[in-house]
């Protein structure tokens, strides 16, 4: 039980030194959790000198004990008030390695709902001024929107999904390009189905204009499901893989 209760204040520590930063409120809740896991002073100095000294990660377990240590880091960044954006990206990665899914995580995170209304914000904006922009200034815009983390997730597949499209650009798929990119880049697999729907249109003249989102769905499903199709005819590989086994391994777990 010891053991457990310093694991779980090493990982305190780390939570609050996420953002740079260990204020006078962290400091004072981490005496606190010390009274409370009866860690004495010479055990507490040891996993102080060795949290200073070591790389800066995580051990936490999966299930319903992962669960409650999710819930002690929650508490951990609320000390001081304030949950910067690195906590809440966090504990959103914490949140899916012990189970918990986003609409089950969602309410357990402060700043969670201010973080999605952020998100649309943003996203209207990239609507708005997407043709103003330079093609570099578009793909960080997105990349911003994806620093969220599997808040996000929901977000860029409304966008990929949408009819929507920014007005003025000879390429009206660019913007969901940029967003399936980025959606590899997350690891969230509730993606591949989706973009597995853009890989599997079929062969029409949409073939050749819808090359750059299509080869873009099909790079980052490689990146969700862990494999590299034929190179040569990727499109056409992953069309058979979705029909054989694809299917059935990733349509439940679609939105």
């Avoid at 209304?117 to 043709?131: R, V």
């Avoid at 966008?159 to 920014?166: A, G, H, I, K």
């Avoid at 969230?188 to 080869?215: C, F, P, W």
């Avoid at 494999?227 to 349509?251: H, T």
Wanted: aromatic letters at 6%; one cysteine or more; charged letters at 30%.
């Amino acid at each position: 039980m010891q053991e457990n209760q310093e694991k779980s204040l090493a990982n305190v520590l780390v939570m609050m030194s996420v953002d740079g930063k260990i204020t006078a409120e962290e400091k004072s809740f981490v005496e606190k959790l010390k009274t409370r896991f009866d860690i004495d002073n010479d055990d507490f100095s040891s996993l102080l000198e060795q949290f200073r000294n070591s790389p800066k990660h995580m051990a936490i377990p999966r299930g319903e004990e992962g669960r409650d240590v999710f819930k002690l880091l929650v508490e951990a960044a609320q000390a001081d008030d304030t949950i910067a954006e690195p906590e809440q990206r966090l504990l959103q990665r914490v949140a899916k390695h012990v189970g918990l899914s986003d609409i089950e995580a969602q309410p357990l995170i402060p700043g969670a709902e201010e973080s999605i209304a952020e998100i649309d914000e943003k996203i209207a904006q990239i609507y708005e001024s997407f043709n103003k922009w330079d093609s570099k200034t578009r793909a960080a815009r997105v990349e911003d929107i994806a620093k969220y983390g599997p808040l996000a997730v929901v977000s860029l597949l409304k966008v990929l999904e949408s009819y929507r499209v920014p007005e003025g650009l000879p390429d009206n798929l660019e913007l969901k390009t940029l967003v399936a990119e980025q959606l590899g880049q997350l690891g969230d697999k509730r993606a591949v189905y989706y973009m597995a729907q853009h890989v599997n249109i079929g062969d029409t003249d949409d073939e050749i204009s819808n090359a750059s989102l299509r080869n873009a769905c099909a790079e980052a499903i490689e990146k969700l499901v862990g494999r590299k199709f034929d190179p040569e005819n990727k499109l056409d590989a992953m069309r058979q893989w979705w029909i054989s086994s694809g299917k059935d391994d990733y349509s439940e777990l679609a939105i």
